[in-house]
């Protein structure tokens, strides 16, 4: 029993049955040459991501005339296989801040609830607010422990002048 070919012998043979050339394969694809000898070699270390290798591969496969769907299954557990693409890359290197973790809160909130809370907490702040200085006012008022008021006018006796007609 034969082993299964990998994706590069698969697209090199292909390629050699057609009598085709690494120049006019990257002259059609519009892929690199070094890209093409890459994959031809299996050397998917010359890439930067899995996508590009995949994207190309597929590409390759389509100008060759291939069954695409079982040579990317091939290529994926081929890649499983490599240290460099065995896991997809962090989307994040660095760590969480609490700026992040704030920020990420504020984008999931729901605004319209969000405006309704935030002003019903306005409210309840300004009536709390509202009644303390009713409460302080109320405690500090000069008026209210004054003794009963006795009226005396201040020149008792005197009249005021009658007018001149």
């Given at each position: ?7 590069a ?23 690199r040459t ?25 590409i390759?496969?389509?100008?060759l ?7 990317l299954a091939a ?7 490599t ?20 920020l ?6 729901n605004?319209k ?7 019903a907490?306005?409210v309840?702040v300004?009536?709390g607010?509202?009644f303390l200085a009713?409460?302080?006012?109320q405690?500090?008022?000069p ?23």
């Amino acid at each position: 029993m034969k082993a299964m070919s990998t994706v590069a012998e698969q697209l090199r043979i292909a390629r050699t049955a057609k009598n085709l050339t690494v120049e006019q394969v990257a002259d059609a694809t519009k892929i690199r040459t070094d890209h093409v000898r890459a994959l031809e070699a299996g050397n998917f270390t010359v890439f930067s991501a899995t996508i590009y290798i995949r994207g190309s591969v597929k590409i390759y496969a389509k100008l060759l005339k291939l069954d695409e769907a079982p040579l990317l299954a091939a290529l994926d557990a081929e890649l499983k296989g490599t240290e460099k693409f065995s896991e997809p890359p962090p989307l994040v290197e660095t760590r969480k801040t609490l700026l992040d973790t704030l920020l990420l809160l504020v984008a999931k909130l729901n605004w319209k609830v969000g405006f309704a809370g935030l002003l019903a907490i306005a409210v309840i702040v300004a009536l709390g607010l509202s009644f303390l200085a009713w409460r302080h006012h109320q405690a500090s008022d000069p008026l209210k422990n004054l003794p009963p008021a006795v009226y005396s006018p201040a020149n008792a006796g005197d009249t005021l002048p009658l007018p001149k007609h």
